[in-house]
T-cell receptor, first 112, second 113 residues
Framework: RKEVEQDPGPFNVPEGATVAFNCTYS??????FFWYRQDCRKEPKLLMS???SGNEDGRFTAQLNRASQYISLLIRDSKLSDSATYLC?????????????FGTGTRLQVTL | DVKVTQSSRYLVKRTGEKVFLECVQD?????MFWYRQDPGLGLRLIYF???????EKGDIPEGYSVSREKKERFSLILESASTNQTSMYLC????????????FGSGTRLTVV
């Protein structure tokens, strides 16, 4: 079983739509969680951290369910510029350093 | 803003060559990482370092080594490049426990022919 699993997509949605991505992780000792965004042929960039209580940043809402080992990202009012691959990322502190494990990503294409 | 700089954007090397990929960060980060990214496989950790001269193997260290002689610089070495090492290589750094995520360099696309 992969440590971090995501639906690869693509998700094709019209502008203005609401879209949700889900992610599951296998290691219950994982300590912190993130969503990264990666544009085509670019490096991943941190989109937002994910907190147990859920958190929002503008049109983006992230949720964490530790009991189910499940993370989600909701994007409201999608824009063309939201088209990218969204990576679910989990941090496990090994004692000497943290180690981020990445999902393979979910591709989003927002269309007119 | 933290800047992580990788020395080359594109690189073409021959099978059997020794290849050096360089990464420099300018914010005094303790932890540095090398990943490779392949379609369908995502980012996979090759090696990481949490201090000068310290290194730890990641998930796929075979065929690679690393060097961290100075805090700001973390080098990835392919001792004898092979075609299956053709990939996008990404360097990243973070200050402490990684609770704020990583900052990545812009990547080096290596082709081994």
């Amino acid at each position: 079983r992969k440590e971090v699993e995501q639906d690869p997509g693509p998700f094709n949605v019209p502008e203005g739509a609401t879209v949700a991505f889900n992610c599951t992780y296998s290691n219950s000792a994982s300590q912190s969680f993130f969503w990264y965004r990666q544009d085509c042929r670019k490096e991943p960039k941190l989109l937002m951290s994910v907190y147990s209580s859920g958190n929002e940043d503008g049109r983006f809402t992230a949720q964490l369910n530790r009991a189910s080992q499940y993370i989600s990202l909701l994007i409201r009012d999608s824009k063309l510029s939201d088209s990218a691959t969204y990576l679910c990322v989990v941090n496990l502190n090994t004692g000497t350093a943290s180690k981020l494990t990445f999902g393979t990503g979910t591709r989003l294409q927002v269309t007119l | 803003d933290v800047k992580v700089t990788q020395s080359s954007r594109y690189l073409v090397k021959r099978t059997g060559e020794k290849v050096f990929l360089e990464c420099v960060q300018d914010m005094d980060h303790e932890n540095m990482f090398w990943y490779r990214q392949d379609p369908g496989l995502g980012l996979r950790l090759i090696y990481f370092s949490y201090d000068v001269k310290m290194k730890e193997k990641g998930d796929i260290p075979e065929g690679y080594s690393v060097s961290r002689e100075k805090k700001e610089r973390f080098s990835l070495i392919l001792e004898s490049a092979s075609t299956n090492q053709t990939s996008m290589y990404l360097c990243a750094s973070t200050l402490g426990s990684g609770g704020d995520g990583y900052t990545f360099g812009s990547g080096t696309r290596l082709t081994v022919v």
